[in-house]
T-cell receptor
Framework: EDQVTQSPEALRLQEGESSSLNCSYT??????LFWYRQDPGKGPEFLFT???AGEEKEKERLKATLTKKESFLHITAPKPEDSATYLC??????????FGKGTRLHILP | NAGVTQTPKFQVLKTGQSMTLQCAQD?????MSWYRQDPGMGLRLIHY???????DQGEVPNGYNVSRSTTEDFPLRLLSAAPSQTSVYFC????????????FGQGTRLTVV
């Protein structure tokens, strides 16, 4: 059964303290793995799409990586404006889409 | 550029009432979808459309109806509201089927009493 598990559920960091968020997935055939950011009361905002193991993508302080079982979202020297919920999702080749429950990230100034 | 616009932002319904959640996009995207977001759960796909005149069911379609008469608009209809449909609803559009670089609306918070 296709499944997406994000950890930790919540994370508090000091400004400048780098860390990683994890997205473990089980899918019959991966068409794409997606990372989104969601601010309170807003819709999700697209960050990255990863297609195959070994792929990496970067955007400002964020870097997403992918293996055959999990993806990491690395946050380098975060700032308070990086505080948000980060969502991971997968889509298989049957076009089934599964979103994880998200990781709530809080960056303290 | 407005992106994806959802109306209303908030709505309270009584059990058994019907209503339509509106969604419009101005990016000429073929693919549009509706999700619901509940506390402690991931986003779940309700219905989607790959183009005008074509719709299909997602993971949780029961109690909802959709149509796609134009590329721009993709309304979601609740036929007879139930308390289990209390949720935040998001409309999204993209150039490919699925959450590939999807643009989401701001959401509609629906409460059914």
């Amino acid at each position: 059964e296709d499944q997406v598990t994000q950890s930790p559920e919540a994370l508090r960091l000091q400004e400048g303290e780098s860390s990683s968020l994890n997205c473990s997935y089980t899918v019959s055939g991966l068409r794409g793995l997606f990372w989104y950011r969601q601010d309170p009361g807003k819709g999700p905002e697209f960050l990255f799409t990863l297609y195959s193991a070994g792929e990496e993508k970067e955007k400002e302080r964020l870097k997403a990586t992918l293996t055959k079982k999990e993806s990491f979202l690395h946050i380098t020297a975060p700032k308070p404006e990086d505080s948000a919920t980060y969502l991971c999702a997968v889509q298989d080749w049957g076009d089934k889409i599964i979103f994880g429950k998200g990781t709530r990230l809080h960056i303290l100034p | 550029n407005a992106g994806v616009t959802q109306t209303p932002k908030f709505q309270v319904l009584k059990t058994g009432q019907s209503m339509t959640l509106q969604c419009a996009q101005d990016m000429n995207h073929e693919y549009m979808s509706w999700y619901r977001q509940d506390p402690g759960m991931g986003l779940r796909l309700i219905h989607y459309s790959v183009g005008a005149g074509i719709t299909d069911q997602g993971e949780v379609p029961n109690g909802y109806n959709v149509s796609r008469s134009t590329t721009e608009d993709f309304p979601l209809r609740l036929l007879s509201a139930a308390p289990s449909q209390t949720s935040v609803y998001f409309c999204a559009s993209s150039t490919q089927q699925g959450p590939f670089e999807a643009f989401f609306g701001q959401g509609t918070r629906l409460t059914v009493v």
